[in-house]
């Protein structure tokens, strides 16, 4: 098969931008289509997903998990402390949360928060999404957090608290 044929430009002609693709920031989570791995990532390393009956009981999880980044935002617990359970994207966002936080209003006191209610449902097998309701001593505050089976143990893919 040729080599296309190509023109040079002549000196001083317009030359053409484009402009690079926008890439949306608001928590997009990457797709894991029935264990395949997202475009781009070696299927060796990519994260395998896991069925519910392989992995514990979700709702004591959702429940720590919560009290925890609730602790997180009010500055008596270290962000590092979650790592194990969030993906880097929810880490990244509750570590720059956190910081934010503190800067606006300091540090407070220690104070231990206390699930009050726990409302878990599974919109398919390895995916638990549920919604909690936490009191942190000095207001009550609803999350919403999302748990994905993944290499075995749950990870939290998304995390919202108000």
Do not use: F, H
Not at 10 to 34: C, D, N, S
Not at 57 to 77: H, K, Q
Not at 114 to 134: C, K
């Amino acid at each position: 098969m040729p080599a296309p044929r190509s023109e040079p430009k002549a000196l001083g002609a317009p030359v053409e931008r484009r402009r690079p693709p926008v890439i949306a920031l608001q928590g997009v989570l990457p797709l894991v289509l029935e264990g395949r791995a997202p475009q781009g990532v070696d299927p060796a390393v990519a994260p395998r997903v896991t069925a519910t009956t392989s992995l514990p009981d979700p709702e004591p999880l959702c429940g720590g998990l919560v009290v925890a980044a609730v602790e997180v935002l009010a500055g008596t617990r270290p962000a590092a402390q979650l790592l194990r359970w969030l993906t880097a994207e929810v880490y990244a966002g509750l570590q720059q949360r956190a910081a934010l936080a503190q800067r606006v209003r300091g540090r407070r006191r220690a104070t231990r928060a206390v699930v009050r209610r726990v409302l878990a449902t599974s919109p398919r097998d390895g995916v638990v999404e549920a919604a909690v309701v936490v009191w942190d001593g000095e207001r009550v505050r609803a999350a919403a957090v999302r748990l994905e089976g993944l290499d075995g143990r749950w990870r939290v893919t998304a995390l919202q608290v108000g």
